[in-house]
C-alpha cells in the first residue's frame, strides 16, 4: 500500500463528464489499496474568468478581496469530485484550505504554504475516506483566505504530499508529460522520460506552466516523489503505477539512468512579462535602489533589468521588466515617486515575451548563447533584452514573436522530434 496524492489541473476538471473520469482514476488507485488525497484546480478558464471580475470591480483590486474571488473556483470543484465519487460508491469528503488548514502568510494573491495540519486528513484517509482538496487556497495569519499564485494547485499537490509523508505526488493534466518545449506550439516537441529538479525548477521559472516554479521548489526541498502524467487515459488504462509519464529526479539519480545529457533540456516563452523604461534617470550611486526599493516592498518581482550606458548630462534610462498582472501597480507606485527617483518619461509594453533556453549542459559548454542570438537574428527577430544564469538564457522579444520564436530555437538546438507524431 502506498500513500499518493493525485493533482488535476483544470482542463482535467472542466465539467461533470470530465470530473466523472478523474473520479474513476481516483476510484482504481483507492481499489488498488492505496490511501489517496486529491487535490483539484479550478475548472478551466474559471481563475480568468474571476480574475476580469476583479479588474472590473476595481483595477487597482485590493489583493485580499480578490483572494476571496479567486479562491472559490476551487472550492466549487472539490465539492464536486466529493461527491462524484460519492456517486461512484466511495467514501469522500472535501477540505476547504482554511478546514486543514494550509497556513500560509500574508502575502496575498501569491501566498507561501508555511505549515499544513495534517492530523484530522491522516485520520480520515486511514478510515478509508478520499480525502478532496481545493488547490490554490490558504490561511493567512490573521485568518483571511490567501491563494498561492497563479498556477498554485501543484505547489498545493507537493505540499500536501510532504505534509502527509506520501510515497508520490502526481500531477495529471491535458499533456502526458514535460517536453521539451509546449507540445502546444510546437508539434515536434519530445517527450522528456526524466527531467532533474533544477532543470524543472528553472524550466517552470521561465514560462513552462507545466508546473508552477514552487511547486518545484518545494519538491525538491522536501524530496517529494513527483511526476507529471495525462488524466486524458481510457478508463481500462495502465494503473497511473505504470504510466509512462515524465519523472522529476535528482542529478544523482539522472547519472545512475545512465542518460545522455543533452545540452539544452527545453526552451519555454512567458508571455506574462511587461516591460517598463524609465528614461533619463540621474547616473549616480543609490538612483537605481530608489526605483526597485519601492517595488520590492509592494511585493512586485523585477526579472531583467538594464541600465543603458549613460547618456550626456550623467543621465541613464532603466528598463526591466515585472509580472504583467503588476504592470499598472509597478506604474503607479513609480509615478508616485517621480520627483524622488528623477526620471523623465516611464514608457510600458505590456506586449513583449521572454524566450528561455534551459539546460544543465550549458553549464561545460560555450557558445550556447550565440546559437540563440544568431538564430533569432536568421529569422529577423529582433531582442530588447537578455538575462542568463548558469543553466538558462532568456531574451525579450515582441510577443507577435513568441511561437516563431520558439521553432526556431527548438531546431537550432537539434530538440525536434524524427517524426511530427512524437
Ligand atoms: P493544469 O490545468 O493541468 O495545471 P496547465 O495548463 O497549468 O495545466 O499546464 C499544462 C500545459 O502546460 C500544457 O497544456 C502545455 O500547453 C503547457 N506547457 C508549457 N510548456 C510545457 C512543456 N515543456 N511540457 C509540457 N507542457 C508544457
Ligand atoms: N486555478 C488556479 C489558476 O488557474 C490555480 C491552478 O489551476 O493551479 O491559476
Ligand atoms: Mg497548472
Same mark, same amino acid.
Given at each position: 500500500?502506498?500513500?499518493?496524492?493525485?493533482?488535476?489541473?483544470?482542463?482535467?476538471?472542466?465539467?461533470?463528464?470530465?470530473?466523472?473520469?478523474?473520479?474513476?482514476?481516483?476510484?482504481?488507485?483507492?481499489?488498488?489499496?492505496?490511501?489517496?488525497?486529491?487535490?483539484?484546480?479550478?475548472?478551466?478558464?474559471?481563475?480568468?474568468?474571476?480574475?476580469?471580475?476583479?479588474?472590473?470591480?476595481?483595477?487597482?483590486?485590493?489583493?485580499?478581496?480578490?483572494?476571496?474571488?479567486?479562491?472559490?473556483?476551487?472550492?466549487?470543484?472539490?465539492?464536486?469530485?466529493?461527491?462524484?465519487?460519492?456517486?461512484?460508491?466511495?467514501?469522500?469528503?472535501?477540505?476547504?484550505?482554511?478546514?486543514?488548514?494550509?497556513?500560509?502568510?500574508?502575502?496575498?494573491?501569491?501566498?507561501?504554504?508555511?505549515?499544513?495540519?495534517?492530523?484530522?486528513?491522516?485520520?480520515?484517509?486511514?478510515?478509508?475516506?478520499?480525502?478532496?482538496?481545493?488547490?490554490?487556497?490558504?490561511?493567512?495569519?490573521?485568518?483571511?483566505?490567501?491563494?498561492?499564485?497563479?498556477?498554485?494547485?501543484?505547489?498545493?499537490?507537493?505540499?500536501?504530499?510532504?505534509?502527509?509523508?506520501?510515497?508520490?505526488?502526481?500531477?495529471?493534466?491535458?499533456?502526458?508529460?514535460?517536453?521539451?518545449?509546449?507540445?502546444?506550439?510546437?508539434?515536434?516537441?519530445?517527450?522528456?522520460?526524466?527531467?532533474?529538479?533544477?532543470?524543472?525548477?528553472?524550466?517552470?521559472?521561465?514560462?513552462?506552466?507545466?508546473?508552477?516554479?514552487?511547486?518545484?521548489?518545494?519538491?525538491?526541498?522536501?524530496?517529494?516523489?513527483?511526476?507529471?502524467?495525462?488524466?486524458?487515459?481510457?478508463?481500462?488504462?495502465?494503473?497511473?503505477?505504470?504510466?509512462?509519464?515524465?519523472?522529476?529526479?535528482?542529478?544523482?539519480?539522472?547519472?545512475?539512468?545512465?542518460?545522455?545529457?543533452?545540452?539544452?533540456?527545453?526552451?519555454?516563452?512567458?508571455?506574462?512579462?511587461?516591460?517598463?523604461?524609465?528614461?533619463?534617470?540621474?547616473?549616480?550611486? !543609490?538612483?537605481?535602489? =530608489?526605483? %526597485?526599493?519601492? /517595488? +520590492?516592498?509592494?511585493? *512586485? $518581482?523585477?526579472?531583467? @533589468?538594464?541600465?543603458?550606458?549613460?547618456?550626456?548630462?550623467?543621465?541613464?534610462?532603466?528598463?526591466?521588466?515585472?509580472?504583467?498582472?503588476?504592470?499598472?501597480?509597478?506604474?503607479?507606485?513609480?509615478?508616485?515617486?517621480?520627483?524622488?527617483?528623477?526620471?523623465?518619461?516611464?514608457?510600458?509594453?505590456?506586449?513583449?515575451?521572454?524566450?528561455?533556453?534551459?539546460?544543465?549542459?550549458?553549464?561545460?559548454?560555450? !557558445?550556447?548563447?550565440? =546559437?540563440? %542570438?544568431?538564430? /533569432? +537574428?536568421?529569422?529577423? *527577430? $529582433?531582442?530588447?533584452? @537578455?538575462?542568463?544564469?548558469?543553466?538558462?538564457?532568456?531574451?525579450?522579444?515582441?510577443?507577435?514573436?513568441?511561437?516563431?520564436?520558439?521553432?526556431?530555437?527548438?531546431?537550432?538546438?537539434?530538440?525536434?522530434?524524427?517524426?511530427?507524431?512524437?
Amino acid at each position: 500500500m502506498a500513500r499518493i496524492v493525485m493533482k488535476f489541473g483544470g482542463t482535467s476538471m472542466a465539467g461533470s463528464e470530465r470530473i466523472r473520469r478523474v473520479a474513476n482514476i481516483v476510484r482504481r488507485q483507492q481499489a488498488a489499496g492505496h490511501e489517496v488525497a486529491v487535490v483539484v484546480s479550478a475548472m478551466a478558464g474559471e481563475t480568468d474568468r474571476l480574475v476580469n471580475f476583479c479588474r472590473e470591480a476595481n483595477p487597482l483590486y485590493d489583493p485580499a478581496e480578490y483572494d476571496v474571488v479567486v479562491a472559490s473556483g476551487e472550492q466549487v470543484t472539490s465539492g464536486l469530485l466529493a461527491m462524484t465519487l460519492q456517486a461512484l460508491g466511495c467514501k469522500a469528503r472535501s477540505w476547504l484550505g482554511w478546514q486543514m488548514p494550509i497556513r500560509t502568510d500574508d502575502a496575498h494573491a501569491k501566498a507561501r504554504i508555511e505549515d499544513i495540519d495534517s492530523q484530522a486528513l491522516l485520520a480520515s484517509m486511514a478510515a478509508g475516506e478520499i480525502a478532496v482538496i481545493p488547490g490554490f487556497q490558504g490561511l493567512s495569519h490573521d485568518g483571511r483566505v490567501t491563494t498561492l499564485g497563479r498556477g498554485g494547485s501543484d505547489t498545493s499537490a507537493v505540499a500536501v504530499a510532504a505534509a502527509i509523508g506520501a510515497d508520490r505526488c502526481d500531477i495529471y493534466t491535458d499533456v502526458d508529460g514535460v517536453y521539451t518545449t509546449d507540445p502546444r506550439i510546437v508539434a515536434k516537441a519530445r517527450k522528456l522520460k526524466y527531467v532533474t529538479y533544477e532543470e524543472m525548477l528553472e524550466l517552470a521559472s521561465v514560462g513552462s506552466k507545466v508546473l508552477q516554479t514552487r511547486s518545484v521548489g518545494l519538491a525538491m526541498k522536501e524530496g517529494v516523489r513527483v511526476q507529471v502524467l495525462s488524466s486524458f487515459i481510457d478508463d481500462d488504462a495502465t494503473p497511473a503505477d505504470e504510466i509512462p509519464g515524465t519523472l522529476i529526479v535528482s542529478d544523482d539519480e539522472l547519472e545512475g539512468l545512465d542518460m545522455e545529457r543533452q545540452l539544452i533540456t527545453g526552451i519555454a516563452a512567458d508571455k506574462n512579462e511587461a516591460k517598463i523604461i524609465l528614461t533619463r534617470v540621474p547616473d549616480r550611486p !543609490g538612483a537605481v535602489a =530608489t526605483i %526597485f526599493g519601492p /517595488l +520590492a516592498a509592494a511585493n *512586485i $518581482n523585477v526579472d531583467m @533589468i538594464i541600465q543603458n550606458v549613460g547618456r550626456d548630462k550623467g543621465e541613464t534610462d532603466v528598463t526591466f521588466t515585472v509580472p504583467g498582472a503588476d504592470l499598472l501597480r509597478a506604474q503607479t507606485l513609480l509615478e508616485a515617486q517621480k520627483e524622488a527617483i528623477g526620471f523623465n518619461r516611464i514608457i510600458t509594453d505590456g506586449k513583449v515575451a521572454k524566450i528561455s533556453v534551459v539546460g544543465v549542459g550549458m553549464k561545460s559548454h560555450a !557558445g550556447v548563447a550565440s =546559437t540563440m %542570438f544568431r538564430a /533569432l +537574428a536568421d529569422r529577423g *527577430i $529582433n531582442i530588447q533584452a @537578455i538575462s542568463t544564469s548558469e543553466i538558462k538564457v532568456s531574451v525579450l522579444i515582441d510577443e507577435d514573436e513568441t511561437e516563431l520564436a520558439v521553432r526556431v530555437l527548438h531546431s537550432a538546438y537539434d530538440l525536434d522530434a524524427e517524426s511530427e507524431a512524437a
